[in-house]
């Protein structure tokens, strides 16, 4: 019989209940490896010194200052780091697109990283067994520009990973993406996509058309490469890798990506050129503006609104070139000035100060102070028809012998060598007579005369003897021009006008110019010296200055053996003024005289 089996029954177990000690032990470890975590972790950050990200919100970097003409175009950037911030809102609507499409395709997606994309690039560095690529985000790259330096080594990846998580938990992807398109460099010294619209483009960025964008979006990977001034072919190649991302990633049909690429690209080929010819109007804008801020342009992002009319400032200066040219074929050094106001308000509209900004920045528009010749004369008409005078008043042209200061004989004479008899005073300015023009001084006086000339804006000294009727004073071709607004103006003044507002760069008016013109002249004598100065044209010393369709007046100015020729005068609303001479104060030749030289140019000037 088998032994009876006997189920044992199982053993229990009891566990010790765990007392307060050993509970107070276990949260006092887990304590611990917190802290040492977290303190380690801190220290971590400590050690890599990871910046502050608080201003970051406050995005103010250093901008561009510009100077525009009167219709809006942008003639001259001053700036430190050439920059213009523009928001979202004013870019052309597919810039900011083609920027995440060629830079971060997943931008709006991921939380500041794109860890796919940094597994990707940190496989084909291992690969190359170079650090080649970064596989960066947008918001890295706004971290790394903002907040790093541009060192390729992984501590500073790692840097770079940590703010952008950070600063895409403290902007909207709208925010980074304003900072990012405003502060990347994209090539020729240019940063932010404004600048680089307006450097490769000669266009604001809210202009550029798709292909243009797309070409601009094509630069932030290697800006020296694919720069379309000096690399078009390879930036061209960007470009089209640009438009089939765009269409890849639903922002453009395929069709508007095909039409883009086929466009040609248009670049601005004459900003140099242009530049050289606006120099001299800009560097009186500077200096203006810079009295007015009373502080450095270059990194105030202010917007300064001018007078200047860029189309007329060109035809001035091909028309100043030419007139030299064809009067002094073959004879090299032969200078001059050409400037164009709008009559009755003053704004400069055009102002050339030389033959060549590039070769000679000395302004002799409002630097130069020649001897003003006859054109100084209807200003002393214009104080002696205050006086009474009138066109019809008779003045014998005869020898005229005058001790002088220094006991010698001065005797002048008029251009022709000839006298005339008794002569009009209207005559007298029509055929430019001297001895005419000295005795009306006699009449006149000579203070009376100086008080006018200075009224209409010439300033001191002026000569205080009777060589001051043949205009034997010094004078600027900016200030001789202004003088014959109340001619144009029924007897008003109006100084010359560069500025007509400055802006900060938000928008707000920091400075408005302030009408300054003033009543010289009565009507009638103003009208009485307007009719004279046409008929200067029509059948005086100015004949050379007729054919112009509106009606037309000036006066020729000649200084002593052709040193000076001067044109000015009124056409339609506009007054313009020509002198032509040489810097060392030689004459300019035989039969040289304003008439002759001058005269042409004006009528070429006022076309």
């Known amino acids: ?140 790259q706004v971290a790394r520009s903002l907040l790093l330096t541009p060192e390729k080594t992984y501590i500073r ?31 020729s010294g240019t940063y932010g996509v404004e600048a680089a619209a307006q450097t490769y483009f000669g266009k604001r960025s809210k202009d550029l058309s798709i292909g243009e964008s797309a070409l601009l979006a094509g630069l932030p990977q290697s800006p020296s490469r694919y720069a379309p001034d000096t690399h078009l072919k390879a930036a061209r190649r960007r470009q089209r890798y640009v438009l089939n991302r765009m269409a890849m990633d639903g922002y453009i049909p395929e069709s508007s990506a095909l039409k883009a690429y086929s466009e040609p690209v248009v670049l601005s080929k004459n900003r140099k050129r242009l530049e050289a010819e606006n120099g001299y109007f800009v560097q009186l804008v500077r200096k203006e503006a810079g009295r007015i801020l009373a502080g450095g342009l270059n990194n105030a992002g202010v917007r300064i609104y001018t007078t200047l009319d860029s189309q007329k400032q060109q035809q001035a200066a091909a028309a100043l070139r030419h007139g030299i040219t064809s009067s002094f074929s073959g004879k090299n050094g ?45 200003l002393l008409y ?27 004989k001065w005797q002048p004479r008029n251009f022709t060598g000839r006298h005339y008899g008794p002569t009009t005073l209207h005559d007298g300015i029509v055929y430019s007579r001297n001895i005419v023009a000295i005795k009306l001084l006699q009449k006149v006086g000579i203070k009376t005369v100086q008080k006018y000339a200075e009224s209409v804006g010439l300033k001191q000294p002026i000569t205080a003897d009777l060589s001051l009727a043949l205009g034997a004073t010094g004078v600027s071709l900016l200030d001789m021009t202004a003088s014959y607004s109340p001619f144009l103006c029924e007897g008003i003044y109006h100084p010359p006008l560069f500025i007509t507002a400055i802006e900060s760069s938000n928008g707000k008016v920091i400075y408005r110019s302030k009408d300054k013109k003033r009543r010289v002249l009565h009507k009638v004598s103003a009208e009485q010296i307007r009719s004279i100065l046409a008929d200067v044209i029509a059948v005086g010393t100015g004949k050379r200055a007729a054919g112009l369709p509106a009606v037309s007046g000036g006066k020729t100015g000649t200084t002593n053996e052709n040193k000076d020729a001067w044109f000015i005068g009124f056409s339609g609303d506009s007054l313009g003024g020509v002198w032509v001479g040489n810097d060392n104060n030689t004459s300019l030749g035989k039969g040289k005289s304003g008439g002759v030289v001058a005269a042409p140019v004006w009528r070429e000037l006022m076309k």
């Open 382 to 408: 214009a104080a002696a028809f205050e006086k009474g005078f009138t066109p019809e008043s008779i003045i014998v042209d005869a020898p005229l012998s005058i001790d002088g200061a220094d006991g010698k």
């Open 157 to 187: 990846k790692l840097k770079e990973a940590i703010l952008a998580w950070r600063i895409d938990t403290l902007l909207t992807k709208d925010e980074i993406l304003f900072i990012y398109l405003n502060q990347i460099y994209l090539g």
């Open 1 to 140: 019989m088998p032994p009876s089996s006997k189920r044992s029954s199982p053993r229990k177990v009891y566990k010790k209940p765990l007392n307060e000690k050993h509970i107070i032990g276990f949260l006092f470890s887990i304590a611990l490896l917190l802290t040492v975590f977290l303190g380690s972790l801190l220290l971590g950050l400590a050690l890599l010194k990871i910046p502050d990200i608080e201003n970051i919100s406050k995005y103010q970097p250093m901008q561009a200052s510009e100077i525009l003409d009167r219709h809006g175009n942008v003639v001259k950037r001053l700036f430190v780091e050439n920059r213009t911030v523009v928001s979202l809102a004013e870019m052309a609507p597919y810039l900011p697109k083609a920027f995440v499409a060629a830079e971060d395709g997943n931008f709006y997606d991921h939380p500041g990283l794109d860890v796919w994309s940094v597994f990707r690039a940190a496989i084909n560095n291992v690969r190359s067994g170079r650090r080649g690529q970064g596989g960066s985000t947008i918001t890295q």
């Open 334 to 378: 032969v200078q001059g000035a050409a400037v164009i106001l709008e009559g009755c308000s003053g704004k400069v509209l055009a102002l050339i100060g030389g033959v060549d900004f590039s070769k000679s920045e000395f302004d002799r528009a409002t630097q130069g102070r020649r001897s003003a010749g006859s054109v100084f004369k209807p």
